[in-house]
T-cell receptor, first 110, second 112 residues
Framework: AQSVSQHNHHVILSEAASLELGCNYS??????LFWYVQYPGQHLQLLLK??????LVKGIKGFEAEFIKSKFSFNLRKPSVQWSDTAEYFC????????FGTGTKLQVIP | KAGVTQTPRYLIKTRGQQVTLSCSPI?????VSWYQQTPGQGLQFLFE???????NKGNFPGRFSGRQFSNSRSEMNVSTLELGDSALYLC???????????FGPGTRLTVL
């Protein structure tokens, strides 16, 4: 069975700090990987996705993620966070059935 | 292009009742997936429909069911509601389930 693990449940950063959110997955077949974000009071939105090709994926709002197959990881990064990045971030994996991680709440302090 | 719409946005029911939630996908999308989101369990996959057929199902009891119509609109039904069914129910649509899913705003169900 596929599973996703997000180790950081709650992260607090100051503006301009660098961000890295961990995501590890367990999946036996063709893997599609996603990061979604949920801003307060808003829908889940796709930040970025990996289906195949270059393992370094760039998404919206300056986010990027690196797929490391040998480590079963797909960590999310941003060099310099802003207050507006305060949100909950979800890693997800799957092909026909998508499994989400439990989410990481990011709080950015001005 | 209009996004995924879900109705109603909020619903309050009592234990034992049943409820039907509706989802209209983005025009052209044929795959509709449903998820339950709770603070304790996070986002959990319920089922996925494509061309009126349920193709994938999560680990939920038979009280949770769904269907999809020929215009790709989908409904999910929960019978004999329990307190633990209180959650945000999210619908997501895509051209194919293997493509990027676009989420609706959700229906907030409260069971009293």
């Amino acid at each position: 069975a596929q599973s996703v693990s997000q180790h950081n449940h709650h992260v607090i950063l100051s503006e301009a700090a660098s961000l890295e959110l961990g995501c590890n997955y367990s999946y036996g077949g063709t893997v599609n990987l996603f990061w979604y974000v949920q801003y307060p009071g808003q829908h889940l939105q796709l930040l970025l996705k990996y289906f195949s090709g270059d393992p370094l994926v760039k998404g919206i709002k300056g986010f990027e993620a690196e797929f490391i197959k040998s480590k079963f990881s797909f960590n999310l990064r941003k060099p310099s966070v802003q207050w507006s990045d305060t949100a909950e971030y979800f890693c997800a994996v799957g092909y026909q059935k998508v499994t989400f991680g439990t989410g990481t709440k990011l709080q950015v302090i001005p | 292009k209009a996004g995924v719409t879900q109705t109603p946005r909020y619903l309050i029911k009592t234990r034992g009742q049943q409820v039907t939630l509706s989802c209209s996908p983005i025009s052209g999308h044929r795959s509709v997936s449903w998820y339950q989101q709770t603070p304790g369990q996070g986002l959990q996959f319920l089922f996925e429909y494509f061309s009126e057929t349920q193709r994938n199902k999560g680990n939920f009891p038979g009280r949770f069911s769904g269907r999809q119509f020929s215009n790709s609109r989908s409904e999910m039904n929960v019978s004999t509601l329990e307190l633990g069914d209180s959650a945000l129910y999210l619908c997501a649509s895509s051209y194919e389930v293997t493509d990027t899913q676009y989420f609706g705003p959700g229906t907030r169900l409260t069971v009293l």
